[in-house]
């Protein structure tokens, strides 16, 4: 048996997985980043210890722990480099792990796990070569190539979030400008919106979210521009034209059989995933696009779990 371990923002999901990738028991405890590493390092192993305790088990039966975690992860050792989410840096958390429960236990980036996932568990691991592109807060994917993740030289390949769409575009949270992120990551299309609501404006987007603006999502953001809100508008096909040049450019680029797009902003909204489609057929070589599937993710938040399970080993 084994445990996958997803670190998110706000919250951390993990399941103990049999070897035919059947999740047994699952639990999730709240992230609190603010919390610090330590405390972090400490949930997690009182959950990993949660989930072999709800399925009867003992820790020396767990063959692996495998964990997902947002950032870039240093090839030899697996530190975590950086996770601006999460405030990680130089963090040795499989170090860490292994010394409070014993078992061996490997760091993989969120997306790339969740793109293993989606392609072994979702799609039986075919076809050779998938394209993962996950939109929640901010943007990460992943990229199957020959039936083997690619990770790039020094294991931080993939960063498609970065990728730059518009030098000129809007600040990231990277240090840079124009990312795909930050253009169609859920936290910049809301604060976009938020940003012009603090000086004073008011449409459909105001009555969706009742005068809450906390509770603003991108779902809301989509909803006020069917329905006629001006600014959601602007601001929605805008988020919808960068989606899909990226996705585009990214097609041209890899030229996979499959773009599974999963994460917040994609189930969360009704129409992103069509109309993207419409700007990557407007955008992308011919030759790209023929025969490509563009598909919405199937396991959820399971894909990380499971890619992280079961990736490289």
């Given amino acids: 048996m084994r445990i996958g371990v997803d670190i998110g923002g706000t919250k951390i999901a993990g399941g103990l997985i049999d070897k035919g990738g059947r999740i047994v028991a699952k639990r999730k405890v709240p992230t609190d980043p603010q ?14 210890d949660g989930i072999i305790g709800a399925a009867g088990a003992a820790r020396g039966q767990i063959e692996r722990v495998g964990i997902a975690c947002a950032g870039q992860i240093e090839k030899h050792s697996q530190m975590i480099v950086v996770s601006p989410n999460l405030g990680f840096h130089d963090a040795p958390l499989k170090d860490d792990i292994e010394r409070a429960t014993g078992v061996a236990t490997s760091i993989e980036n969120d997306a790339n796990a969740a793109v293993y996932g989606e392609w072994k568990f979702g799609l039986g691991g075919k076809p050779s070569n998938v394209l993962g592109v996950f939109m ?6 992943g990229f199957i190539m020959d039936g083997k993740l ?12 970065h990728m730059t769409l518009n030098p000129h575009g809007y600040p990231c949270r990277c240090g840079s400008a124009g990312c795909f992120e930050a253009f169609c990551g859920g936290y910049h299309i809301v604060e976009r919106v938020k940003r012009l609501m603090r000086q004073g404006y008011r449409g ?7 005068g809450d603006m906390a509770a603003l999502n991108a779902g809301h953001v989509e909803e006020a521009y069917l329905e006629g809100d001006e600014l959601c508008g602007r601001i929605w096909e805008e988020v919808v034209e960068y989606m899909g ?15 599974i797009l999963g994460g917040g902003v994609v189930f969360g909204t009704r129409h992103i995933v069509d109309q993207a489609r419409e700007v990557i057929l407007k955008r992308a070589m011919a030759g790209s696009v023929a025969g490509l599937q563009l598909r919405k993710a199937s396991l959820g938040e399971d894909a990380a779990i499971l890619g992280a399970a079961f990736v490289g080993a």
């Fill in 204 to 210: 459909k987007i105001w009555q969706i979210i009742r």
């Fill in 245 to 259: 040049v990226g996705l585009a450019s990214l097609v041209n680029m890899l030229n996979p059989e499959i773009v």
């Fill in 150 to 161: 690619y990770r790039g030289f020094l294991n931080v390949g993939g960063e498609i979030g």
């Fill in 136 to 141: 929640g807060t901010g943007i990460g994917g």
């Fill in 35 to 48: 919390s610090g590493y330590v405390r972090i390092v400490e949930k997690i192993v009182g959950l990993i």
